[in-house]
């Protein structure tokens, strides 16, 4: 700006010399606030920035919102501050506002958990556990619709619980859901059926084992669905402990860089906290079930599904529903490359998935896509969900 260069010098107002006498403001808000003169860039970004400062709540809204638009701690050094939140502070303190404004929330004020989102996700592991049960005490007909309405019952606690609490977050994620459910759904429903299509795949038909004779009832995984139902409450919790901790981080941090260096381990935190609990209720599942507990797909779904979710409602809705359509897609694409692999001349179609098979067994193909796509999506999150404006209040309280 065409003022910077006039308030290096010591007699220039708003300069060193002027500044060491001007403290505070004379409203006593912090100091900056009463600097004057033709050339004030602070002034200037305050124009450029005029919704964000009028409707903050807090100068860690500006900050965050400064750093959504690219500034960065060595710009606020152009404005003679520290850091962005150094800057935040006194644009928020030279707004003018109402006498009898309320005054802004205290820093300390943190998101206390709540029962509803609370009950809300222990919900679609109840349901699920419920249906469960009456399919495995009931035959024929009955046991249909017992299934299909406990499916029903399922997804609409899941739907009710991603909708409250720290999973549901920025209203502008509701974009990016509306893209991905329709593939959430195919990679939940595949945890539960896919290793068994698969087998049928590379095995001669739906009804073939291994060793090419008819077989039995169709393969089906509901330890994998109900560990999945279930993993809405750790989900919830680490999702949570996340927003608190990085909202904490953001109130003592002093700069752009101090507060990603301190929220990157927070969310590695709630990532491990989350493979914890999940890789204990799919022992429990598969205990309780008497299925063998497949770990390797179920965890590298939950932590792929987990990841997604976080990216979503921070607002960062794109790449996690690229990351889901391919991996679906990866899904869909294995037994289908199997059977076309039966056609003449085609065989070579079917060739990775089959050597993949021979190697880690049906539950390899999943493992593979899930954990490629976790990983990327944990690199993008660091990249991120460690940016101030990324853990601004939301509408919704957590």
């Known amino acids: 700006m065409s003022g910077l260069g006039e308030l290096d010098r010591p007699g220039a107002p708003g300069g060193p010399a002027a500044r060491s006498d001007a ?32 409707r903050a709540v807090d100068p860690l809204e500006i900050a965050a919102g400064l750093e959504a638009h690219g500034v960065t701690d060595r710009t606020a050094a152009r404005f003679r501050h520290r850091d962005v939140f150094s800057l935040a502070e006194e644009m928020y303190a030279r707004v003018p506002r109402d006498a009898d404004a309320p005054p802004p929330a205290a820093p300390t004020a943190l998101p206390r958990p709540r029962p509803d989102w609370a009950l809300l996700t222990l919900l679609p592991g109840v349901l699920c556990a419920a249906a469960l049960t009456g399919v495995r005490l009931t035959d024929g007909r009955t046991s249909l619709l017992v299934a299909a309405a406990g499916l029903l019952a399922v997804v609409l606690a899941v739907h ?107 969310l590695l935190a709630a990532l491990a906290l989350f493979l914890c609990a999940l890789t204990a209720l799919t022992a429990l599942c598969a205990t309780v079930l008497g ?28 790449v996690p529903a690229v990351v889901i359509a391919a991996v679906g897609a990866a899904e869909v694409l294995a037994p289908a490359t199997v059977f076309a692999g039966r056609l003449p001349e085609c065989g070579f179609l079917a060739t990775p998935v089959e050597s993949l098979m ?21 690199i993008h999150a660091t990249r991120t969900l460690t940016r101030a404006s990324a853990h601004v209040r939301t509408d919704q309280p957590c």
């Not at 995984?221 to 608190?244: D, E, G, I, K, N």
């Not at 539950?363 to 954990?371: D, H, K, N, Q, R």
């Open 291 to 318: 299925e063998p507990a497949d770990y390797a797909p179920i965890l590298t779904l939950g932590a792929l599904l987990f990841l997604a979710r976080l990216l979503t409602v921070h607002g960062f809705a794109h």
């Open 160 to 266: 009710a619980a991603l909708r409250r609490g720290p999973l549901s977050g920025h209203r502008r994620a509701h974009q990016g859901l509306q893209r991905t459910e329709a593939w959430t759904c195919w990679l939940i429903g595949y945890a539960a059926l896919g290793d068994g299509l698969l087998r049928a795949a590379v095995h001669g038909g739906p009804d073939a084992l291994p060793d090419g004779t008819a077989g039995g009832p169709w393969p089906f995984a509901a330890a994998s669905l109900l560990t999945l139902a279930l993993a809405c409450a750790p989900a919830a919790w680490s999702a949570h402990f996340l927003a608190v901790q990085a909202r904490r981080r953001l109130n003592s941090s002093r700069g752009l860089e101090e507060f990603a260096a301190g929220v990157q381990p927070l």
């Open 358 to 378: 021979s190697a880690w067994g049906p539950a390899g193909v999943p493992s593979l896509v899930c954990a490629s796509a976790a990983l990327i999506l944990l």
């Open 23 to 54: 403290g505070t403001g004379p409203d006593g808000r912090g100091p900056g606030v009463s600097r004057r003169g033709a050339a004030d860039p602070v002034k200037a970004l305050m124009h450029r920035h005029r919704e964000l400062c009028e």
